[in-house]
């Protein structure tokens, strides 16, 4: 499975920013996807996922309220609407997919996208 996200860019504080990622080479049916972040220094950590019928989602309380994650079954997609954009989510937005369950453990998905740069200046 490749994984291809898209979307990023720089935008002010306060802005938005919509991310997308593709999934090709095999379906994702019955898979959770979700998206990690990683900032300069900084280990990557978990922001947002959801699960295959979309029945469950789990945020990171550093954007809840702000991100919302969307899937498109029959485009093999996933989706991130980011709202009101802080200066601190600035970092290296990757999808990740794989996991059997919603999960916010890295470790939990077995494919990742190359990653995408988020830059949120105050």
């Known amino acids: 499975v490749q994984l291809q996200a898209s979307g990023g860019g720089m935008v002010q504080a306060g802005g938005s920013l919509r991310l997308s990622c593709a999934a090709s080479?095999?379906?994702?049916?019955?898979?959770?996807m979700g998206w990690f972040r990683q900032a300069p220094g900084k280990e990557r950590e978990f922001v947002t996922a959801?699960?295959?019928?979309?029945?469950?989602?789990y945020t990171a309380d550093s954007v809840k309220g702000r991100f919302t994650i969307s899937r498109d079954n029959a485009k093999n997609a996933v989706h991130l609407q980011m709202n009101s954009l802080k200066p601190e989510d600035t970092a290296v937005y990757f999808c990740?997919?794989?996991?059997?369950?919603?999960?916010?453990?890295?470790?939990?998905?077995?494919?990742w996208g190359q990653g995408t740069q988020v830059t949120v200046s105050s």
């Open positions: 990740a997919a794989g996991s059997r369950r919603v999960s916010m453990d890295e470790n939990a998905y077995g494919y």
């Open positions: 959801v699960n295959w019928s979309s029945s469950t989602t």
């Open positions: 080479g095999r379906t994702l049916s019955g898979y959770a």
